[in-house]
């Protein structure tokens, strides 16, 4: 989306970015999944939505990488992932004790589960301080960054939100042949490793 050498933009660098923003709204998605070298567009639809008062943003989120890669199939949450799939992504996702910048997972939580459900609800022991609700993301970063919330607390109850959200979707391609037979369709040209 940047400027030429001669410090004017093409038609294409006007219209492309334009389009894709168009897309992501068109599709009326409630996540859209965009990896970084993405950004400029995920701002410019951002700043879109700020100033149309716009309550739903595309969001980049990204397990331990700086580039979503469609050919590395674990290193991103599909729409049309099942409940092991889910729990084993995010079993396997980068969450660093104490940490909060560029951690995954409570970018998952920050973006989608605290938008979606008001609150996230961490199961665990009373000997790990009993169920909690958080509200707030920053009471959430407060309890992580102290060390009063584990990633192996965390984690779990996030795998829980996430198959929770995405259980319409499943049932919708249980039912649907339709849609199973477009989801088939779909997945035989993903690039994987």
């Keep these: 989306m940047g400027q030429s050498e001669q410090g004017e933009l093409s038609a294409a660098q006007i219209f492309y970015p334009c389009m894709q923003c168009a897309d992501i709204f068109f599709l009326k998605a409630d996540i859209c999944q965009l990896g970084m070298d993405q950004r400029e567009v995920n701002v410019l639809a951002r700043e879109y939505c700020d100033d149309n008062r716009r309550k739903n943003k595309p969001i980049i989120l990204s397990h331990r990488q700086e580039k979503m890669s469609k050919s590395d199939p674990s290193s991103s949450i ?15 996702a980068y969450c660093p004790p104490k940490i909060v910048q560029g951690n995954p997972c409570l970018e998952y939580i920050k973006y989608l589960i605290l938008p979606w459900f008001k609150e996230f609800k961490v199961e665990r022991s009373v000997e790990n301080g009993g169920d909690k609700a958080f509200k707030s993301y920053e009471g959430l970063i407060a309890s992580y960054e102290s060390g009063e919330l584990h ?43």
């Design 78 to 92: 599909f729409m049309e992932d099942d409940e092991a799939e889910v729990n084993l992504k995010i079993k396997k």
């Design 151 to 193: 990633p192996g607390d965390l984690k779990p109850s996030l795998s829980k939100a996430l198959n929770t959200v995405l259980e319409p979707v499943r049932e919708h391609f249980k039912k649907d042949a339709n849609a199973r037979d477009l989801l088939k369709r779909i997945k035989a040209y993903r690039v994987t490793k």
